[in-house]
């Protein structure tokens, strides 16, 4: 990164607030909702505020020059950014830092790491941007290690080369979003996987977790982007090779996309990319209601016709975002293409849209930042940010997001809404709010993603937002949809990945860890289990 330092209690820079008449407005239209001048209980902390552990362990001599153990590094690296994140930082409650930061700025440097982490009894946790919102970058590891060190990839940002003529790159794995567009830029190229958290992750971090980025369907996950990479594990590195397809077995690649850093450490991978888009037609379609315009979406998944973004929001939340006025639900409706006109497309696709209820204004000429689309977009940016203020007023506010089958989706939704309501009545006494729209669509289902509010009380926010939190893993899995369709599965989500995949298949990812990490060092606690240690349920949702 820049050399600006991170917010580590936040999303951010250390330097960037929410200004005051912002953070007041967020405070008034949360008063409005709920009937009662809210007061803020805490006010940001400061480094310098946190009792933390003294470091257990000391980085030797040769990895002195890459080693950090001061409180602020400490601190960015001991949580994610997830709701229960902020709220123990706002708490003032990080038992479990890291004992020292490692910044490597080559492979080697990770293997120098990882072997005398492996000699050492350390855990190592790979840390891309810190974005997770799983506890997956947590340093809560259990009692089994000597220490916990946290390494950042954040130093290894280059675009080391391009292949003009298969559109590909090799980048290294610690490049933020920003950076690593800016670096493709003047060879009109892009990766165009643009997550909410574009700014402040990377690219290893969005392959160790299958990100979902910016294609609403076909490439929805970064999983496709990928044609190569390089792996430092403690036994040893590989380089897979670059092919543009291969039937030759299982993909060593697809081995690691989605490890979350508990097999190997990614330094660098191949993607391919994209040319920057030229044309573009969208349009804002209104529904009467959230279930309409499903089924106009699913016609539009069966169509054939790939719409770039085909997000659809309910009522509720197009209010609160500024995408509609809250009488309709709002589909925000996009196609783009560096080769050809949209238009076609946009003109099929608005008669399948009409045939289900659909209604529109007349689409605007490159208006895919303006109207419902651009105050979406905005609010959508912005929204990170706004946490700061809301947390120390009390309130509980957090997302969570699945896919389904379309057969089963409308009884998904109805009970996911009744559920949850009853849940958060239940944990905090009040009423609760919670709004879907869609992320990503697929010929056979949607990827549903549920944002939900409701009062809670500072002093007991953990307690509170880890009822709802069991209370929505519980409910998605037996209403059948999965853990997580692209935040990942980290440590809050591992029950339910346990749920998901058969025990024969985390036998399996067990025997491969106890291949590529025999001294079970990295990030234990995420995903499964390592056979030699029972790390069990860790950070946020531990008891
Ligand atoms: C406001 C906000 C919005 C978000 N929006 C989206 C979204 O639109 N789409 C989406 O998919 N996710 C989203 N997320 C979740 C998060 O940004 C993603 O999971 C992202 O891919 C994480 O990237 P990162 O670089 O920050 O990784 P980190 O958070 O640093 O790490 C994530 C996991 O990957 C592992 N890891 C990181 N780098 C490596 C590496 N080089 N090798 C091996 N393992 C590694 C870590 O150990 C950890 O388990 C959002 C999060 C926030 C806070």
């Known amino acids: 990164m820049s050399g600006r330092k991170r917010k580590f209690w936040g999303w951010g820079f250390d330097d960037q607030r929410v200004p005051e008449a912002e953070a007041a407005m ?48 400490r601190l960015v690296h001991a949580y994610g950014k997830s709701f ?51 506890g997956g970058v947590e340093t809560a590891v259990g009692g089994s290690y000597r220490g916990v060190a946290s390494l950042d990839l954040g130093r290894m940002g280059r ?114 990319l994209q040319d920057a888009p030229k044309f573009r037609a969208s349009a804002a379609i209104r529904f009467a209601d959230f279930l309409s315009g499903a089924e106009a979406v699913r016609a539009l998944s069966q169509s054939g016709l790939h719409p770039s973004n085909c997000r659809l929001i309910d009522a509720q939340e197009a209010r609160g975002t500024g995408a509609g006025d809250g009488s309709a639900s709002v589909l925000v409706l996009g196609f783009e293409s560096a080769d050809h006109p949209q238009d076609h497309k946009l003109a099929r696709a608005l008669e399948l849209v009409r045939d289900h209820g659909g209604q529109w204004d007349p689409p605007r000429q490159g208006g895919h930042r303006e109207g419902a689309a651009g105050a979406w977009r905005d609010a959508f940016l912005r929204a990170p940010f706004w946490r700061e203020v809301i947390v120390p007023l009390g309130i509980i506010v957090d997302t969570f997001e699945t896919a389904i089958t379309w057969d089963r989706f409308a009884g998904f939704h109805a009970n996911v809404t009744a559920r949850m309501k009853a849940a958060m009545r239940a944990a ?36 509170q937002w880890r009822a709802i939190k069991e209370a929505a893993n519980e409910i998605v899995v037996n209403e059948g949809g999965t853990i997580t369709h692209h935040h990942a599965v980290g440590r809050d989500h591992r029950p339910g990945y346990g749920r998901e995949v058969p025990p024969l298949f985390i036998s399996m990812m067990q025997a491969a860890k106890a291949v590529s990490d025999p001294a079970a060092i990295l990030n234990p606690g995420v995903l499964f289990d390592p056979v030699s240690r029972a790390v069990g349920v860790t950070g946020a949702m531990a008891r």
Not at 29 to 45: H, N, Q
Not at 111 to 118: C, H, I, P, R
Not at 123 to 133: D, M, Q, T
Not at 434 to 461: E, K
């Open 159 to 272: 675009v080391i080369e391009i292949d003009r003529a298969s559109r590909s790159a090799r980048i290294e794995a610690g490049a933020f979003g920003p950076a690593l567009e800016a670096q493709l830029k003047p060879h009109h190229l892009t990766l165009r996987h643009f997550p909410q958290s574009f700014e402040f992750s990377t690219l290893g971090g969005w392959i160790a977790t299958r990100s979902g980025g910016h294609f609403a369907t076909l490439y929805t996950h970064i999983d496709d982007f990928v044609q190569a990479m390089e792996v430092v594990t403690p036994a040893g590195q590989f380089a897979t090779r670059r092919l543009p397809g291969s039937g030759a077995g299982p993909q060593p690649e697809r081995l690691m996309i989605g490890s979350e850093g508990t097999l190997g450490v990614i330094t660098s991978a191949d993607m391919r």
């Open 428 to 463: 905090t006494g009040h009423e609760g709010r919670i709004t879907c729209r869609f992320t990503h669509v697929y010929p056979d289902g949607p990827a549903p993603y549920f944002s939900f509010q409701v009062p809670g009380r500072f002093a007991v926010l953990m307690v």
């Open 84 to 134: 229960p994140d902020s709220v123990r930082m706002f708490q003032r409650h990080v038992p479990e830092p890291p004992d020292v930061v490692f910044y490597p700025e080559s492979a080697r440097d990770v293997a120098d790491v990882l072997d005398w982490a492996s000699r050492e009894n350390v855990a190592v946790i790979p840390f891309g941007g810190g974005s997770s919102v799983v």
């Open 26 to 73: 967020v405070r008034e239209s949360l008063s409005k909702t709920y009937g009662t001048a809210l007061e803020a209980a805490a006010v940001p902390p400061e480094a310098g505020e946190f009792d933390l552990r003294a470091p257990r362990i000391k980085a030797p001599q040769s990895l002195a020059r890459i080693a950090h153990d001061d409180a602020h590094e």
